[in-house]
Nanobody, 116 residues
Framework: QVQLVESGGGLVQPGGSLRLSCAGSGFTFSRYVMSWYRQAPGKERELVASISSGGGITSYADSVKGRFTISRDNAKNTVYLQMNNLKPEDTAVYYC?????????WGQGTQVTVSS
């Protein structure tokens, strides 16, 4: 059974940090390009960051460049999103996504709320 399970969300004050984790199981994690998406209330889901299967190539949405860092540990079948200097506009449900060829999987999401 394929699973992507996110964790690490929560409530944080503006300027704070959070680290999201996404653990994969039931598939060959190291083959997959992994990404983080987010969806704020009333808005479309948007791509936040992606990382290549080996971890050597990363990309980011302009809105998070310099603040967020995506990384992965293929030995642990886990992808991370380190989020620093969080802003209220970062409030959203964050989803983990994996893609390889025509295979693609979504996690269930974890809520991140940035508020004072």
């Amino acid at each position: 059974q394929v699973q992507l399970v996110e964790s690490g969300g929560g409530l944080v004050q503006p300027g704070g940090s959070l680290r999201l984790s996404c653990a994969g199981s039931g598939f060959t994690f190291s083959r997959y390009v992994m990404s983080w998406y987010r969806q704020a209330p009333g808005k479309e889901r948007e791509l936040v960051a992606s990382i290549s299967s080996g971890g050597g190539i990363t990309s980011y949405a302009d809105s998070v460049k310099g603040r967020f860092t995506i990384s992965r540990d293929n030995a642990k079948n886990t992808v991370y999103l380190q989020m620093n200097n969080l802003k209220p506009e970062d409030t959203a449900v964050y989803y983990c996504y994996g893609k390889w060829l025509y295979h693609n999987y979504w996690g269930q999401g974890t809520q991140v709320t940035v508020s004072s």
